[in-house]
């Protein structure tokens, strides 16, 4: 952990980049055989050919847990090195403990503070401007931000307008502190609530929790609990107009000009949105990083799937600058832009990585002797010894509870 008291001006990079997706691949073709479409009709009006589908044994936690391995092996970081983890995403593994507390547990972060955070499809952003921000604040040195979904689970397989649009995948970058300028240089975050209406999934929350499930028609009257609505072309209309005035403003703040862009890393929803993006910001389609037709729009997960890939690939080069920009449910939108500093992978440290794969081993095996612990103590507590159990679970273990009893 940073101390917090520094002088030097502190710059928060992207030093390792990780993704998973599932195996299974979901085509136009099979989706034929689900609802009433076509893949003309897809590929025309979204761009997407194809799309990936957790198996049973997948969640969200499983594919960022994959993911964040790969970044970690990708910066040679240590889970022990983590300050922090963040994981977007509209689909955790349950409402809580949190997507990001199991993380840590598996990778053996027994040092770092972990969190989910909700912002639909601009949830990656959001999270990468909190871990950055507590980075050049000097609170913290490294952190592991996360963008994973399964959409597959929240889909409505009989409404042709949501369920040929999403997939699932995970996506995963460390963030280091450092004196080399660049990183993240500027940040736009914006919420209308108004459109909340727009796009969501109604599910047990403090609202919803007493809404009857099963049973009721599908009269178009509300959306059915536990599944997506989307209204398509109006949040089609928001995304073009918020992702225009949003670089353009993440560029401004950045004391750049459009010239300086290399590469604009969008939301991968639709094709069509992007094509219309860089028409309103006279921009090249080309200048667009999209792999959308391989894997359709995996909300949170888009953007460091996106990124992953063309930093693998060697579009993004060293000293480039980059926007990241995202719309979604919420409302929410935001950019960012990012100044590029690593050329590759940082160069594999074989104890590092020995370490690291026990970090993983140790993580599971200590977890379970945990959780047996508790119940041992809890069993012991409640029998003829528990008293005496209790006795001395309340003598003070050391100097500290001593002092702070006092
Ligand atoms: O991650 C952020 C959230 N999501 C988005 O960003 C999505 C934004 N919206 C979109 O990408 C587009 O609005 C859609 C792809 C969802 C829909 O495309 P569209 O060109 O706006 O279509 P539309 O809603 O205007 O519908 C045109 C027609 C309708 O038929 P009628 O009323 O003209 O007879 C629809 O019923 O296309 C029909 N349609 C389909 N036909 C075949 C809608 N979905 C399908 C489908 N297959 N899957």
Not at 127 to 133: E, I, P, V, Y
Not at 254 to 282: E, F, S
Not at 366 to 384: Q, Y
């Amino acid at each position: 952990m940073a101390a917090n008291h520094r002088t030097a001006p502190r710059y928060a990079h992207v030093v390792g980049w990780g993704m998973a997706v599932p195996d299974r691949v979901l085509t136009n073709l099979d989706l034929e055989a689900i609802v009433d479409t076509s893949d003309t009709w897809i590929r025309e009006r979204t761009g997407i050919r194809e799309r990936r589908i957790a198996g049973e044994d997948e969640s969200t936690a499983s594919l960022s847990f994959a993911a964040a391995r790969q970044a970690l092996e990708v910066a040679d970081v240590l889970p022990s090195e983590l300050d922090m983890i963040i994981v977007a995403t509209s689909t955790p593994e349950h409402i809580f403990p949190s997507t990001a507390s199991l993380i840590q547990d598996w990778l053996g972060a027994s040092t770092a503070g972990a969190f989910d955070l909700s912002a639909a499809c601009t949830g990656f952003i959001y999270a990468l401007n909190m871990a950055a921000q507590a980075i050049i604040s000097g609170s913290i040195d490294t952190a592991l931000v996360v963008g994973a979904e399964t959409m597959s689970r929240l889909l409505d397989w009989e409404d042709r307008t949501t369920c040929i649009l999403f997939g699932d995948g995970a996506g995963a970058v460390v963030v280091r502190g450092s004196e080399m300028p660049g990183g993240v240089l500027s940040n736009v975050l914006r919420s209308d609530g108004s459109g909340c209406d727009l796009l969501g999934v109604p599910t047990v929350g403090s609202r919803d929790a007493a809404v009857p499930d099963a049973g009721l028609p599908r009269d178009g009257t509300r959306p059915p609990m536990h599944k997506m609505y989307m209204n398509g072309r109006e949040v089609f209309r928001f995304a073009t107009r918020v992702m225009k005035d949003s670089v353009l403003e993440a560029v401004e703040k950045a004391g750049l000009t459009m010239d300086d862009i290399d590469w604009i890393v969008p939301h991968q929803a639709n094709q069509r949105i992007i094509a219309r993006a860089a028409k309103n910001l006279n921009l090249p389609e080309e200048r667009f990083i999209s792999n959308l037709d391989r894997y359709g729009n995996t909300s949170a997960a888009s953007i460091p799937i996106a990124l992953c890939e063309a930093v693998n690939d060697g579009r993004i080069q060293p000293e480039q600058y980059l926007v990241l920009v995202g719309f979604g449910g919420g409302l929410t939108w935001g950019a960012m832009v990012l100044q590029w500093g690593v050329a590759g992978p940082a160069e594999q440290t074989a104890i590092k990585r020995y370490r690291r794969e026990f970090s993983y081993t140790v993580a599971r095996t200590r977890s379970r002797f945990s959780r047996t612990l508790r119940r041992l103590a809890e069993l012991l507590n409640r029998s003829p010894l528990g008293g005496l159990y209790r006795f001395f679970d309340r003598l003070p273990h050391d100097a500290s509870d001593q002092e702070g009893s006092s």
